[in-house]
């Protein structure tokens, strides 16, 4: 499963807000079309629209003509403009910083609007080809803590579709049973959007793993009747401190796991680190017609009725057992573990 692609000039995503019912390829040379996509969600997930942004900003700069210094230019527009599409995963700004520190050091040395071009996009696809390396590094680290017969919870979607391949905590779940592990999936739905429901049960099912799907108020009782013995699900920013931003719904989850004893671990490049020394998140807080209605197709409540929309919560270092990264396995105290990884 490839979700996005540089062709010919062109960033190729794949439509995951047409999922599961269509697989559909949309492409575009323009930021702002790759923008849209961004904050429409057909691209979601935090490593996945780090990728898209990185990609979107190598095309605006392979399809524009005129010396370096207007290059540049195209670049820090497009980066602007991606930057303001979601404002809490924390990887859109790693992949844009990482590519406008490329066009400096390129500024610096000097080199053709060829050669900027040629290395522009060269960089956007590096950040594309470590994304899955990272994801199955992970897989492999992380799934050290998954044994036979573990019943694991997840959140949202972390798999492919999130990623630019394999996934975060659902590429340490895949990586478990590839490795033969006998292993149970419960998948929440993940209200407002259904990322559980259409996306992680759509790769689950692919793969051919055992996994139910539950709604999020069902959570309690898979705990207390179901043997949950696992949770893990992915993050879209971690400051140092091991506070964590994921999708609403996952504090939640944390208090529940602490209750039933059972293991909660958060699965996460380090390029979700916040590394800017910021102790507090910014949570992005979406239309209300998301809540309103089932994906815009059915109406759930009165007219406009007031409704509270944010897309992301924040857990508690306290709550959380590890952080599954590429660099290992981040224990309490976080301040200190996480620090280590981002030196
Ligand atoms: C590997 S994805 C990790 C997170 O980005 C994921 O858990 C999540 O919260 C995605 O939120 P979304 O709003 O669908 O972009």
Same mark, same amino acid.
């Given at each position: ?42 691209? /979601? ?29 195209? %670049?820090?527009?497009?980066?602007? +403009? ?22 400096? !050091?390129?500024? !610096? ?10 290395? #522009? ?5 590096? #950040? ?26 997840? &959140? ?21 049973? %590839? ?59 971690? %400051?140092? !401190?091991? &506070? ?15 209750? &039933? ?9 380090? !390029? ?12 992005? /807080? +979406? ?57």
């Amino acid at each position: 499963m490839v979700p996005l692609k540089f062709e010919n000039g062109k960033v190729v995503w794949l439509n995951t807000s047409a999922i599961p019912w269509k697989e559909e390829y949309k492409e575009s040379s323009n930021y702002e079309d790759i923008a849209r996509a961004i904050e429409t969600m057909e691209v /979601r997930g935090a490593p996945a629209i780090g990728v898209m942004a990185a990609l979107g900003i190598a095309a605006a700069v392979y399809n524009s003509q005129g010396d370096v210094q207007t290059l540049y230019q195209v %670049l820090n527009r497009a980066a602007e +403009r991606l930057s303001r599409t979601r404002p809490t995963a924390y990887n859109l700004f790693w992949a844009i910083d990482r590519m406008r520190a490329k066009a400096n !050091s390129l500024i !610096s040395d000097n080199v053709s609007p060829e050669e900027f071009k040629e290395r #522009i996009v060269e960089e956007a696809l590096r #950040i594309q080809r470590e994304d899955i390396e990272i994801n199955r590094r992970m897989g492999e680290i992380g799934s050290q803590v998954i044994k036979d017969g573990d019943v694991i919870l997840t &959140h949202c979607n972390t798999g492919s579709l999130a990623t630019a391949g394999f996934g975060t905590a659902l590429g340490v779940i895949r990586t478990a049973w %590839l490795q033969g592990k006998s292993i149970r999936v419960i998948a929440t739905e993940t209200r407002p959007l259904l990322q559980g429901a259409r996306l992680t049960m759509w790769e689950l099912t692919k793969d051919g793993i055992p996994s139910k799907l539950i709604t999020d108020n069902m959570v309690a009782y898979a705990m207390r009747y179901e043997g949950v013995t696992k949770v893990i699900l992915g993050a879209d920013r971690i %400051l140092v !401190s091991g &506070h964590v931003a994921n999708k609403i719904g996952t504090y939640g989850i944390s208090i529940l796991a602490k209750y &039933h004893g059972v293991d909660f671990y958060v699965v996460a490049p380090t !390029s979700t680190i916040d590394r800017t020394g910021a102790n507090e998140i910014v949570i992005e /807080r +979406r239309k209300p017609d998301e809540v309103r209605t089932v994906l815009n197709m059915v109406d759930i409540t009165v007219k406009d009725a007031e409704v509270l929309n944010p897309a992301f919560d924040v857990t508690p270092p306290e709550l959380i057992t590890g952080i599954i990264t590429e660099k290992g396995i981040a224990y309490p105290p976080f301040k200190d573990s996480l620090k280590k990884f981002i030196e």
